[in-house]
Nanobody
């Protein structure tokens, strides 16, 4: 299983970013995909997930600003982030639970600062 995130960048408050996570090594279409972030000095914070039926869930901290989606043909999951705030600064990672083991990507850095 391999998960590779991309799309992180430095963005001004109020800006937008779209993160991508490419997956390989398992039947992507069957599994829930999640986004998690970790800010410096803090523990991981679950952000959002999407299941095989495209049902989505969001943490209260991002609901209404972030949108998760997936493209099963491309084995990819995305996170559209709008109205970004400085407190959204973190390393963002995707993960999945496959055969009882949680797999993570290496993460992509999002910095929100003026």
């Amino acid at each position: 299983v391999e998960l590779v995130e991309s799309g992180g960048d430095l963005v001004q408050p109020g800006g937008s970013l779209r993160l991508s996570c490419g997956a390989s090594g398992f039947d992507f279409t069957k599994y829930v995909m999640s986004w998690v972030r970790q800010a410096p000095g803090q523990g991981p914070e679950w952000i959002s997930n999407i299941n095989r039926g495209m049902a989505t869930n969001y943490a209260a901290s991002v609901k209404g600003r972030f949108t998760i989606s997936r493209d099963n043909a491309e084995n990819s999951v995305f996170l559209q982030m709008n109205s970004l705030k400085p407190e959204d600064t973190a390393v963002y990672s995707c993960n999945t639970l496959y055969l009882g083991k949680k797999y993570w990507g290496q993460g992509t850095q999002v910095t929100v600062s003026s």
